[in-house]
């Protein structure tokens, strides 16, 4: 088993094509060895800043990580996937096509004050946050650590770089934080990066707050409730299945 890595970046999709042939290669060398009994696999990382092939001989080890090593250190076979506190918005699990060297302060501009907007209600967000909790996600959002930002009627989605991508839900009324869930360790709620993503909901617009979605479904002529429907079951697999299950006559 062979692992990669380049910190701060991530391969591009030529990198992963050009490990997908090392592997075929590897895997074809093999296949009349009866020596050989398991599959030559690669797995990319989620990033995709790692990738692990499995199932080489230890004889043959030196050969393909000379050869990987002509992928990883090739500059154009990756790109930057940067850190917040280098300036650039970390994208998580990004195609490996889309580059990820957006500055921060281009999808955050507020960022160059390092001040929430006055939309967010501040006072209710302390009350309720133990003090350390506050500022260390105060921090958080000042250095640009909340990306990938949804906010749809009254719910806000996000991902704030922590240790690793944390997922961020929260629940927020006229800017008042209500409740929050976060894929972090951390029992207690709200945690620092639940405080960060609240403070960053200021910097963009709520999608949906001048009309209730019921509202907008009921004002939609079916033939454009079809529409919008069918387009995004293309792009959603599960909504998809969701469709087929809900609607297929029994």
């Known amino acids: 088993m062979l692992e990669l890595e380049r910190t701060g970046h991530a391969f591009s999709a030529d990198g992963i094509a050009a490990l997908e042939e090392i592997r075929s290669n590897y895997a074809d060398q093999v296949a009349d060895d009866t020596a050989h ?15 692990t092939i499995k199932g080489i001989f230890p004889a043959d080890s030196s050969s393909v990580i000379g050869t990987c090593w002509d992928v ?6 990756w790109y930057p996937i940067g850190w917040p506190e280098q300036g650039w918005i970390h994208r998580r699990s990004a195609d490996p ?17 390092q001040t929430p907007s006055q939309s967010v209600d501040l006072e209710t967000l302390r009350e309720v946050t133990e003090p350390g909790r506050y500022e ?38 006229q800017g008042s934080y209500v409740s929050g869930q976060c894929s972090c360790p951390d029992d207690a709620v709200p945690c620092k990066h639940i405080v960060a993503a609240v403070l960053a909901s200021g910097d963009i617009e709520a999608v949906g707050g001048d009309q ?19 387009e995004i079951a293309d792009e ?12 297929s006559e029994d």
């Open 72 to 77: 990883v250190s090739d500059p154009t076979k």
């Open 97 to 113: 096509s889309i580059p990820g060297d957006e500055p921060v302060e281009d999808a955050f501009p507020r960022l160059q004050t």
């Open 136 to 173: 260390r996600g105060s921090r958080y959002y000042e250095r640009g650590s909340v990306t990938e930002l949804e906010y749809v009627d009254d719910t806000l989605q996000a991902t704030v770089q922590g240790s690793r991508p944390y997922d961020v839900r929260v629940t927020l009324s």
């Open 212 to 230: 209730s979605l019921d509202a907008l479904l009921a004002a939609a002529s079916a033939e454009e409730f079809r529409s919008v429907l069918s």
């Open 236 to 247: 959603d697999i599960g909504l998809r299945k969701r469709l087929y299950e809900e609607l």
């Open 37 to 51: 009994q398991t599959d030559v696999t690669l797995d990319i990382g989620m990033t995709p800043r790692t990738a």
